[in-house]
């Protein structure tokens, strides 16, 4: 082989071969010494749930809508967040290392730069969780998003309730953790942020509260350790380790980011945008922007997931990770070892690379990693292909910012979405190619409007980079979900609960139902059996006695009338009660004892032994659905016995936005100037380069 390739070589030299085909030739050489991607070397992945919060978007659909519009995410600091922090602005004790001495106080309004900023960070329902209010105020705020977007994605998959309770279920989620708890830092010192604040627990707790016993662990690989978390679950499930997985990341920003003129942003001026703007293989490119959010999976085998008739959002064929080991710089990025992951995890996938519709690419913005990240996937695809432009590739870096440990799941996020709606969503400030990025030579194009995503041979399918300023790279591969056949209805009435801690919530939760449903209409059976399976069965209960034949939406606006006290609809029950011990002898509305409970449960199964396995009547289900409203826990899945049914994705629980924070640490200043040490008194300049302290010794001061 070597010998052809040295011929090759000596007729170009002799311009005997034209360059173009000299290097044709060569790469059909080596295409005859690479493994090509042919079978899959593991069982797909499925992906049964998903949730998280985003730069202007509160939920998965919402951070789509926001994409597909191009809308630019990049703001101020929130001034309702801004308020949590102005103490240590104020404070000189605190401002002496965060900021430069030279900046006048009166502009320290400017302190914070443009971000992808969440609208808030401090609310948390802690009574949905269990979880006492002293413990919840020194959670730190990555732990407190975290578990209530882990339980989102777990009612998204169908899985909500005690479901999941003493399961095999794993638990990896990704947060870059160069700074310890800021959160700790700004607030009152008190015993529970030893918990509240240890990195590890973030995700230990989530297997705490709901008892899973499969891995658990926090991921850092810095940039990618949110899609290496979600590799590193898949291949838990596919070794056996777990059954089940729930994997994601989280960026937060307590205090915000500080602007290019205050000493925490000097070391990373090299990779700040120097105008706010993230301009992703664009010739104008300068640096990213950091952004924050927070979003987690529920990951299954795809045999499983079909065999339970999961909900499944997309399939992941395949993933690889690796690292640039001795690259040309500790920090650099290399080429090579990016195209060599993602090869890998084509092979594993299995799939011809011809067959990719789009790449969500790592595209940071940045003048060092756009060129090499685009030179690591050419040379991916030419070891396979010589076609140009077919594959379009874009970044939501230039919407909402740079997400750190949760830019990978964000990616996941933007591919699966796409793929659902059938659009590819655009790369905004993009015009003018950059030119150190061969477009016209290269399998890529920049997707950079709006456009429609039309199958052609096969499902659509596309992959995603994550690079981490660690060196750890990793690429997946996704597909769309197969097709499933709708099921037969077997019976001629169903139950459809609905369940909250108080008739708040409930009213919320129907309505989030009703304008899900008229965007997305269900199949009755399986929406009633999500509900009934699927979801919490909490003391303020609605149950609705439904039929196909009777108009969904006008019973749902019925039950919202029944909600508010207005009046009384025939199959429509509401009702909640409050647990009390049996010896409590005066009994007010709604007390229910441990032992009318057990009264109500016993009825409540005598009813469903009795039902026929065929065609329900309504009046047959009425007394059901009464003892459920009035507390009795109802077996439905004994109702659906012999009748398989799928589960859905639904709007979940709505959380109470309550605010938990802790009070601001304050310290006492002795003196206009004081001490930052013993040994050293002030500040007195600095730079980008060096900071000068300065201290006064006299032999009158002890």
């Given at each position: 082989?070597?010998?052809?390739?040295?011929?090759?070589?000596?007729?170009?030299?002799?311009?005997?071969?034209?360059?173009?085909?000299?290097?044709?030739?060569?790469?059909?050489?080596?295409?005859?010494?690479?493994?090509?991607?042919?079978?899959?070397?593991?069982?797909?992945?499925?992906?049964?749930?998903?949730?998280?919060?985003?730069?202007?978007?509160?939920?998965?659909?919402?951070?789509?809508?926001?994409?597909?519009?191009?809308?630019?995410?990049?703001?101020?600091?929130?001034?309702a967040?801004?308020?949590?922090?102005?103490?240590?602005?104020?404070?000189?004790?605190?401002?002496?290392?965060?900021?430069?001495?030279?900046?006048?106080?009166?502009?320290?309004?400017?302190?914070?730069?443009?971000?992808?900023?969440?609208?808030?960070?401090?609310?948390?329902?802690?009574?949905?969780?269990?979880?006492?209010?002293?413990?919840?105020?020194?959670?730190?705020?990555?732990?407190?998003?975290?578990?209530?977007?882990?339980?989102?994605?777990?009612?998204?998959?169908?899985?909500?309730?005690?479901?999941?309770?003493?399961?095999?279920?794993?638990?990896?989620?990704g947060?870059?953790?160069?700074?310890?708890?800021?959160?700790?830092?700004?607030?009152?010192?008190?015993?529970?942020q030893?918990?509240?604040?240890?990195?590890?627990?973030?995700?230990?707790?989530?297997?705490?509260?709901?008892?899973?016993?499969?891995?658990?662990?926090?991921?850092?690989?810095?940039?990618?350790?949110?899609?290496?978390?979600?590799?590193?679950?898949?291949?838990?499930?596919?070794?056996?380790?777990?059954?089940?997985?729930?994997?994601?990341?989280?960026?937060?920003?307590?205090?915000?980011?500080?602007?290019?003129?205050?000493?925490?942003?000097?070391?990373?001026?090299?990779v700040?945008?120097?105008?706010?703007?993230?301009?992703?293989?664009?010739?104008?490119?300068?640096?990213?922007?950091?952004?924050?959010?927070?979003?987690?999976?529920?990951?299954?085998?795809?045999?499983?997931?079909?065999a339970?008739r999961?909900?499944?959002?997309?399939?992941?064929?395949?993933?690889?990770?690796?690292?640039?080991?001795?690259s040309?710089?500790?920090?650099?990025?290399?080429?090579?070892?990016?195209?060599?992951?993602?090869?890998?995890?084509?092979?594993?996938?299995?799939?011809?690379?011809?067959?990719?519709n789009?790449?969500?690419?790592?595209?940071?913005?940045?003048?060092?990693?756009?060129p090499?990240?685009?030179?690591?996937?050419?040379?991916?695809?030419?070891?396979?292909?010589?076609?140009?432009?077919?594959?379009?590739?874009?970044?939501?870096?230039?919407?909402?910012?740079?997400?750190?440990?949760?830019?990978?799941?964000?990616?996941?996020?933007?591919?699966?979405?796409?793929?659902?709606?059938r659009?590819?969503?655009p790369?905004?400030?993009?015009g003018?190619?950059?030119?150190?990025?061969?477009?016209?030579?290269?399998?890529?194009?920049?997707?950079?409007?709006?456009?429609?995503?039309?199958?052609?041979?096969?499902?659509?399918?596309?992959?995603?980079?994550?690079?981490?300023?660690?060196?750890?790279?990793?690429?997946?591969?996704?597909?769309e979900a197969?097709?499933?056949?709708?099921?037969p209805?077997?019976r001629?009435?169903?139950?459809?609960?609905?369940?909250?801690?108080?008739?708040?919530?409930?009213?919320?939760q129907?309505?989030?139902?009703?304008?899900?449903?008229m965007?997305?209409?269900?199949?009755?059976?399986?929406?009633?059996?999500?509900?009934?399976?699927?979801?919490?069965?909490?003391?303020?209960?609605?149950?609705?006695?439904?039929?196909?034949?009777?108009?969904?939406?006008?019973?749902?606006?019925?039950?919202?009338?029944?909600?508010?006290?207005?009046?009384?609809?025939?199959?429509?029950?509401?009702?909640s009660?409050?647990?009390?011990s049996?010896?409590?002898?005066?009994?007010?509305?709604?007390?229910?004892?441990?032992?009318?409970?057990?009264?109500?449960?016993?009825?409540?199964?005598?009813?469903?032994?009795?039902?026929?396995?065929?065609?329900?009547?309504?009046?047959?289900?009425?007394?059901?659905?009464q003892?459920?409203v009035?507390?009795?826990?109802?077996?439905?899945?004994?109702?659906?016995?012999?009748?398989?049914?799928?589960?859905?994705?639904?709007?979940?629980?709505?959380?109470?936005?309550?605010?938990?924070?802790?009070?601001?640490?304050?310290?006492r200043?002795?003196?206009?100037?004081?001490?930052?040490?013993?040994?050293?008194?002030?500040?007195?300049?600095?730079?980008p380069?060096?900071?000068?302290?300065?201290?006064?010794?006299?032999?009158a001061?002890?």
């Amino acid at each position: 082989m070597s010998a052809i390739k040295k011929y090759i070589l000596e007729q170009v030299a002799k311009r005997a071969l034209a360059q173009d085909d000299a290097k044709r030739l060569l790469n059909e050489l080596a295409d005859g010494t690479r493994p090509a991607a042919g079978a899959a070397t593991a069982e797909p992945i499925a992906i049964v749930g998903m949730a998280g919060r985003f730069p202007r978007a509160a939920d998965a659909e919402a951070f789509w809508q926001v994409l597909r519009n191009g809308v630019n995410c990049i703001r101020d600091f929130p001034r309702a967040r801004k308020q949590d922090f102005d103490h240590i602005l104020r404070n000189p004790s605190y401002t002496e290392f965060l900021i430069d001495t030279t900046i006048p106080p009166e502009h320290l309004e400017q302190a914070h730069a443009p971000a992808g900023y969440l609208d808030e960070i401090d609310k948390f329902d802690a009574a949905f969780f269990g979880i006492p209010p002293a413990e919840a105020t020194f959670m730190d705020p990555h732990q407190r998003a975290v578990l209530e977007v882990t339980w989102e994605a777990m009612e998204d998959a169908g899985y909500g309730g005690q479901s999941l309770n003493g399961s095999n279920t794993g638990v990896f989620i990704g947060k870059e953790g160069t700074n310890y708890s800021l959160y700790r830092y700004c607030t009152v010192s008190h015993p529970m942020q030893l918990t509240g604040s240890w990195e590890s627990v973030m995700a230990s707790r989530i297997s705490y509260l709901f008892d899973f016993h499969g891995p658990c662990m926090l991921v850092d690989t810095a940039c990618s350790a949110g899609l290496v978390s979600i590799h590193m679950a898949a291949q838990s499930i596919l070794s056996g380790e777990c059954e089940q997985a729930l994997a994601g990341g989280i960026n937060l920003s307590v205090t915000g980011e500080f602007g290019r003129g205050f000493q925490g942003s000097m070391a990373m001026d090299a990779v700040e945008s120097r105008d706010g703007v993230i301009r992703t293989f664009d010739a104008r490119a300068n640096g990213t922007v950091w952004g924050e959010g927070v979003a987690v999976v529920m990951l299954k085998r795809l045999s499983r997931a079909l065999a339970d008739r999961d909900p499944i959002h997309a399939v992941i064929l395949g993933s690889a990770i690796n690292n640039d080991g001795a690259s040309s710089g500790l920090t650099a990025p290399d080429a090579k070892t990016q195209e060599e992951v993602i090869v890998r995890a084509w092979q594993k996938a299995g799939i011809d690379p011809t067959s990719l519709n789009y790449i969500e690419a790592h595209g940071t913005g940045t003048v060092l990693g756009d060129p090499i990240e685009f030179k690591g996937l050419t040379g991916a695809f030419r070891r396979f292909t010589q076609q140009r432009q077919f594959c379009a590739i874009g970044s939501l870096k230039t919407n909402m910012g740079h997400l750190v440990a949760a830019s990978g799941v964000a990616s996941l996020f933007k591919v699966v979405k796409s793929i659902q709606h059938r659009e590819m969503a655009p790369t905004i400030n993009f015009g003018q190619p950059n030119p150190y990025i061969n477009f016209l030579d290269s399998p890529l194009y920049v997707c950079d409007t709006l456009q429609p995503w039309v199958a052609t041979d096969g499902p659509r399918r596309a992959a995603l980079s994550s690079f981490g300023f660690s060196h750890t790279n990793c690429h997946m591969v996704i597909e769309e979900a197969p097709a499933v056949q709708p099921l037969p209805q077997l019976r001629g009435s169903y139950c459809l609960t609905l369940a909250a801690h108080d008739r708040a919530a409930l009213t919320t939760q129907l309505e989030r139902l009703r304008a899900h449903l008229m965007q997305q209409p269900q199949a009755l059976a399986d929406l009633c059996y999500t509900l009934n399976t699927g979801r919490g069965h909490y003391p303020h209960r609605l149950a609705l006695v439904v039929s196909p034949e009777l108009d969904l939406q006008r019973q749902l606006a019925r039950a919202g009338a029944v909600l508010k006290g207005e009046t009384q609809v025939a199959g429509i029950y509401y009702g909640s009660h409050t647990m009390v011990s049996d010896k409590k002898r005066q009994l007010e509305p709604g007390d229910l004892s441990d032992s009318a409970k057990k009264g109500l449960n016993e009825q409540a199964a005598a009813l469903l032994a009795a039902l026929p396995s065929g065609a329900v009547q309504p009046a047959v289900l009425a007394p059901l659905a009464q003892l459920y409203v009035a507390g009795a826990d109802i077996d439905w899945r004994r109702y659906y016995s012999g009748e398989p049914r799928y589960r859905l994705s639904l709007p979940t629980y709505p959380l109470s936005r309550n605010r938990v924070w802790a009070d601001p640490k304050l310290t006492r200043v002795t003196s206009a100037a004081p001490r930052l040490h013993p040994l050293v008194q002030q500040r007195v300049a600095s730079g980008p380069q060096e900071i000068l302290f300065e201290s006064r010794f006299s032999v009158a001061e002890q």
